[in-house]
């Protein structure tokens, strides 16, 4: 058994004293298992393609297009994976002592079982981390900004498919998919609006009536159609009156998700261990905390 310095985390940073790059055979910082993607469309773990060659000697490469949205970060087992104090990502190389060769997956696993159980990742500072990252993301436009949330809604144990670009027979941004209650999600970033506007309340509603009309998943009509943005709106605001409107009127919830809660969600999923309850999603109306 390997004999290995004592680990600490810190909470900044995600880092562990101590760790290093195991050369994981199935690359969770690089991607999504089949399991975790469940039929969606989200494998790849960084929203815009900016980490490289994770099995190789050196470990994972990040590119300058890294967006230090930190998903590779949270998914890395024992901590190797670092987000640096100014906003980019670092990784501690393999250590030939404590690393399996290429290909021995019966060394890999006894490293990553030692290493696994010296790291404690329930520190309770989920809040600021998940701050700091969804700040990170404030100038993100739609093509990085809509798969970062499809990313993260699929590290939080929710699977979500983007209809591909130009499909004009479904105009909805995000589906949560499930066998039995896929919900629709309207996504807008920042750079598109501020905050959650009435609009894209207006069009949540619209895609749980295509969602309904439709059998391109399978869906609920009892349950929520969600809007992620990267703020809420103010408590008192047409925003508000207009949720409150569209269930009177119609019998249909719109939840609202900002960008640093659902990192949370991710967050409590990837590094503690929740089981990511859908309940919540399908029941919300108006916001999540």
């Known amino acids: 058994m390997l004999v290995l310095p004592e680990a600490q985390r810190s909470p900044v940073t995600l880092g562990v004293t101590g760790a290093c790059c195991l050369r994981c055979p199935d690359e969770p910082c690089m991607r999504f298992s089949t399991v975790e993607s469940g039929g969606g469309n989200t494998i790849q773990v960084c929203p815009v393609d900016a980490i490289h060659d994770a099995r190789q000697h050196a470990g994972p490469v990040i590119s300058d297009s890294c967006v230090r949205c930190g998903l590779c970060v949270v998914r890395c087992p024992v901590g190797a994976l670092a987000l640096s104090h100014t906003g980019g990502v670092t990784v501690t190389p393999p250590n030939a002592g404590l690393t399996a060769p290429a290909g021995d997956e019966s060394v890999f696993i006894e490293n990553l079982a030692a290493q696994r159980a010296n790291v404690d990742w329930e520190d309770g500072e989920w809040a600021a981390l998940a701050m700091r990252l969804s700040e990170a993301a404030v100038g993100l436009r739609q093509d990085a900004f809509?798969?970062?949330?499809?990313?993260?809604?699929?590290?939080?144990?929710?699977?979500?498919?983007?209809?591909?670009?130009?499909d004009t027979n479904n105009r909805v941004d995000l589906i949560l998919v499930d066998d039995e209650d896929s919900l629709p999600v309207e996504v807008k970033s920042r750079v598109e609006s501020a905050v959650i506007n009435v609009k894209s309340v207006q069009q949540?509603?619209?895609?749980?009536?295509?969602?309904?009309?439709?059998?391109?998943?399978?869906?609920?009509?009892?349950?929520?159609t969600l809007v992620v943005g990267y703020e809420y709106p103010p408590a008192r605001s047409d925003v508000t009156e207009l949720i409150e409107d569209i269930a009177t009127a119609f019998g249909v919830n719109v939840g609202l998700i900002s960008l640093v809660d659902l990192y949370n969600l991710a967050l409590r999923v990837q590094l503690a261990g929740d089981s990511g309850s859908r309940t919540v999603l399908r029941e919300l109306r108006g916001r999540l905390s």
């Open 204 to 224: 949540a509603l619209e895609n749980h009536v295509v969602m309904d009309q439709r059998d391109f998943a399978a869906t609920n009509s009892d349950s929520s």
């Open 146 to 166: 809509y798969p970062l949330v499809a990313h993260l809604f699929t590290a939080a144990g929710h699977p979500a498919w983007r209809p591909a670009r130009g």
